[in-house]
């Protein structure tokens, strides 16, 4: 992978990590959700969120609207098992820029989560979450 590209996906990664937990813990700690605290973004340590991400990123790339990719954590260390999907839907395409909206699942201990995000990228450039 060229310097560029890996590190284009590496900050995909960063972003969409601090955006997944400043989602989950912002909330939760703004409003005191104390059920909050026991769902699978709470379980979710850095190894997991890079997997997610990674999944993400593949899923955003090479998946076409509707189809799933599935993620686990297995092999980061953590002792919660996460397991969940990625799936882009709602491509978009103005110029050289395309959005996708990609539904992101996650299931731990019983609990399921999920985010809708939607992100943008100009021509071969990173996929960066849209500013709503």
């Not at 590190?7 to 400043?22: E, P, Q």
Request: glycine fraction near 6%.
């Amino acid at each position: 992978m060229e310097a560029h590209s890996h590190i284009a996906v590496h900050l995909f990664a960063r972003r969409f990590a601090a955006a997944v937990l400043l989602a989950g813990a912002t909330f939760s700690h703004a409003a005191n959700l104390n059920f909050l605290k026991d769902t699978p973004v709470s379980f979710m340590k850095d190894a997991d969120r890079k997997a997610l991400n990674d999944a993400a990123q593949t899923a955003l790339e090479t998946k076409k609207d509707g189809e799933s990719m599935e993620w686990n954590n297995m092999g980061t260390g953590n002792s919660v098992s996460i397991r969940g999907t990625v799936t882009p839907h709602d491509t978009s395409k103005e110029g050289d820029r395309t959005c996708r909206t990609t539904t992101l699942v996650a299931i731990a201990k019983g609990q399921t989560q999920s985010w809708t995000p939607t992100v943008c990228k100009q021509g071969s450039g990173p996929w960066t979450i849209l500013r709503q």
